[in-house]
């Protein structure tokens, strides 16, 4: 089992629509966690740190359940320029890893 | 603020041969990591440094792989000799407190 999965999508939705993303991890010790999101053939760039308590950020929306080990990442009224690959990241003491990505295509 | 930066952008080398990658990262952070993604995979831990001390290097493939980071500022990765398998696209991170990272543009490493 890998230690942090994804949806791999695609997932491929009209302008404006609200589209949600899911991820869990199975190290139970984990302490951070983090939506990255990487374009093609750039490197990842941090979209927003996950707390318990939940997060907003603009359109964006990430929550936590560290009982269930789930974190959630919401986007709503999509723009074209959110097309890209989000990653699911978790710290676990010193090192990170990574999910491996959900692609989304916004489109017009 | 400049960001992490890498160099060399592209790399293609043959089997058997060395290459060094270089990362500078943000000015004042004290963390420095290096991780790899192979095609087709997910983006993988190699090592994380505190300064010039390696603090876990748990990720680091085989002992061809060696990273330095002398007098905590920039760090090197020395591949040596090259496989195949080690072609992929290899990232340099930096955090102030280890937990947001800052990304490198990264180095595709190409060995043939």
């Known amino acids: 089992r890998k230690e942090v999965e994804q949806d791999p999508g695609p997932f491929n939705v009209p302008e404006g629509a609200t589209v949600a993303f899911n991820c869990t991890y199975s190290?139970?010790?984990?302490?951070?966690f983090f939506w990255y999101r990487q374009d093609c053939r750039k490197e990842p760039k941090l979209l927003m740190s996950?707390?318990?308590s939940g997060n907003e950020d603009g359109r964006f929306t990430a929550q936590l359940n560290r009982a269930s080990q789930y974190i959630s990442l919401l986007i709503r009224d999509s723009k074209l320029s959110d097309s890209a690959t989000y990653l699911c990241?978790?710290?676990?003491?010193?090192?990170?890893?990574f999910g491996a990505g959900t692609r989304l295509t916004v489109k017009p | 603020e400049a960001g992490v930066t890498q160099f060399p952008s592209h790399s293609v080398i043959e089997k058997g041969q060395t290459v060094t990658l270089r990362c500078d990262p943000i000015?004042?952070?004290?963390?420095l990591y290096w991780y790899r993604r192979v095609m087709g995979k997910e983006i993988k831990f190699l090592l994380h440094?505190?300064?010039?001390?390696?603090?876990?290097e748990s990720g680091m493939p085989n002992n061809r792989f060696l990273a330095e980071r002398t007098g905590g500022t920039y760090s090197t990765l020395k591949v040596q000799p090259a496989e195949l398998e080690d072609s992929g696209v290899y990232f340099c991170?930096?955090?102030?407190?280890?937990?947001?990272?800052?990304f490198g543009p990264g180095t595709r490493l190409t060995v043939t």
């Open positions: 996950v707390y318990s």
């Open positions: 000015s004042g952070h004290d963390n």
């Open positions: 440094f505190v300064k010039e001390s390696k603090q876990d």
């Open positions: 190290n139970s010790a984990s302490q951070s």
């Open positions: 991170a930096s955090s102030h407190d280890r937990h947001e990272q800052y």
């Open positions: 990241v978790v710290n676990s003491l010193s090192d990170m890893r």
